[in-house]
């Protein structure tokens, strides 16, 4: 679309959405619940958060431990899924941090990353 024109799109694919629109306007009953950008939407859900998942159970106790002594915080455990969610202002380095604990422990990661709130998440908590 060229600039200077406007396109209205109307739809439930919160995916969609957030790789199709500059602006984006969330309504919940009739009314305007939030509107902004996908990056400026994102960010008044709160930070990223740093996910890991541990290959064995005993790893995800230990990691515990360890993500306790760095991250200082609160953080969500999912015993199922091995794995630990940890909410984060300060993404990048919070994920160097952590992985470096976690190598010096010598605990065994499946999975490790850092993931930032989705338009989902925007809608959840402006509607709720």
Do not use: M, N
Not at 23 to 46: F, N, T
Not at 53 to 61: K, M, N, S, T
């Amino acid at each position: 679309v060229s600039e200077g024109t406007t396109l209205l799109l109307t739809t439930q694919y919160l995916d969609e959405a957030d790789h199709l629109a500059d602006q984006i306007v969330v309504l919940d009953q009739g009314r305007v619940a939030a509107a902004g950008s996908p990056a400026q939407l994102k960010k008044r859900v709160g930070g990223g958060r740093i996910e890991v998942v541990f290959r064995e159970a005993a790893d995800l106790a230990a990691g515990q431990d360890v993500i306790w002594q760095t991250a200082r915080g609160s953080f969500d455990v999912d015993q199922v899924e091995r794995r630990i969610t940890i909410p984060v202002t300060d993404g990048p380095r919070s994920l160097v941090r952590i992985a470096g604990a976690l190598d010096a422990a010598g605990l065994e990661v499946e999975d490790l990353g850092l993931r930032q709130p989705t338009l989902d998440e925007v809608f959840l908590a402006v509607t709720t």
